[in-house]
């Protein structure tokens, strides 16, 4: 086995966590790919992969071979889909903040796959900010600032977001007519998983934006968790259209405030600049620009492509 071979093996090892169903996928007798293995190991001069009787996973070292392994392989893989015209195929691995996957880009996924069916998306929920290249991941959505200049961002839509409450809520506090009547309130608090401070509330006024921090009995880092507590009426707080679109139908919560609304906050795709732009990842990139295009009038497209993305702290996502 040629050592291209053997680094989809170990790759395929370490994805299913087992030298058995590796054996499997790859139509390989078990014996070959403990052999294979072996002589890698003994090529490269360290341990790869801890085994135990139930699972296998990999050393320090083994991670980090696995990570130049899916570069190299994915280079090669792009190359030769360039110069041969084929459609973009492949594992895409993807990083998304789950409420804005969950409203934007699952709906239209069966069709995008549909249209791309040798690609297969492996896609992790999460709010922090993870190493891109470390963790082996293709591209990410982030909604709100950025803050690390390794990454390459576009813009891929604008929400629109507003303060609001319950009716409850307003009838124990009464409803503010201005930002200067907030002093008696208080808030749901979104906490940064980052730093562990909680959000100020934001107001536009005219070209100026004034932060304002209010106390809260109620301090979360969910996206669910902080809806849950804004349903409750335990207190005000800053949300995007989408997530309360229903509930403002419906009459369960009220917006306030509405001349000095919340700015409207930024939806990224980033990627890190070292890595090159795949076909899959650059269809995936257009794609998911036409689905937030599409599934809200609150998400403002700016173009193919949209701009570059703003350095700065990174906010928690709501």
């Not at 629109?160 to 749901?188: D, K, M, N």
């Not at 009426?233 to 229903?246: D, I, K, M, S, T």
């Not at 890595?275 to 173009?303: D, H, I, K």
Request: glycine share 8%; aromatic share 8%; charged share 25%.
């Amino acid at each position: 086995m040629d050592r291209l071979d053997a680094m989809r093996l170990y790759t395929r090892i370490v994805e299913r966590a087992s030298f058995t169903q590796a054996a499997h996928d790859m139509a390989l007798p078990r014996s070959t790919v403990t052999k294979v293995i072996r002589e890698l190991e003994t090529r490269l001069g360290v341990r790869l992969l801890q085994r135990t009787t139930r699972v296998v996973r990999p050393t320090l070292d083994g991670e980090a071979y696995y990570r130049r392994c899916l570069a190299i392989l994915d280079d090669i893989e792009d190359a030769e889909g360039a110069f041969s015209g084929a459609q973009p195929k492949g594992v895409l691995r993807v990083e998304v903040q789950g409420t804005l996957a969950r409203h934007f880009l699952l709906p239209g996924l069966p069709a995008f796959l549909e249209r791309h069916p040798q690609i297969e998306i492996q896609m992790s929920e999460s709010d922090r900010w993870v190493d891109l290249v470390e963790e082996g991941v293709d591209c990410a959505l982030r909604y709100g600032k950025l803050r690390d200049s390794e990454l390459v961002a576009r813009k891929v839509a604008t929400l629109q977001r507003l303060t609001c409450a319950t009716p409850g809520y307003l009838e124990r506090f009464g409803t503010p007519a201005g930002i200067e009547e907030l002093g008696s309130h208080q808030v749901v608090g979104l906490r940064s998983i980052t730093t562990g401070n909680v959000t100020p509330l934001e107001f536009a006024q005219g070209e100026q934006v004034k932060t304002l921090s209010l106390p809260s009995v109620l301090s979360v880092t969910g996206a669910e968790s902080y809806l849950a507590g804004i349903r409750l009426g335990l207190g005000l707080a800053q949300v995007p259209y989408f997530h309360v679109e229903n509930d403002l139908k419906t009459g369960a919560l009220v917006s306030i405030l509405p001349d000095s609304p919340p700015p409207p906050a930024p939806v990224w795709m980033l990627w890190h600049r070292t890595r090159q732009l795949s076909p899959r990842v650059r269809v995936f990139l257009e794609w998911a620009a036409q689905e937030f295009a599409a599934r809200s009038a609150q998400a403002q497209p700016l173009g193919e492509w949209g701009e570059w993305g703003e350095w700065g702290e990174g906010a928690p996502v709501y």
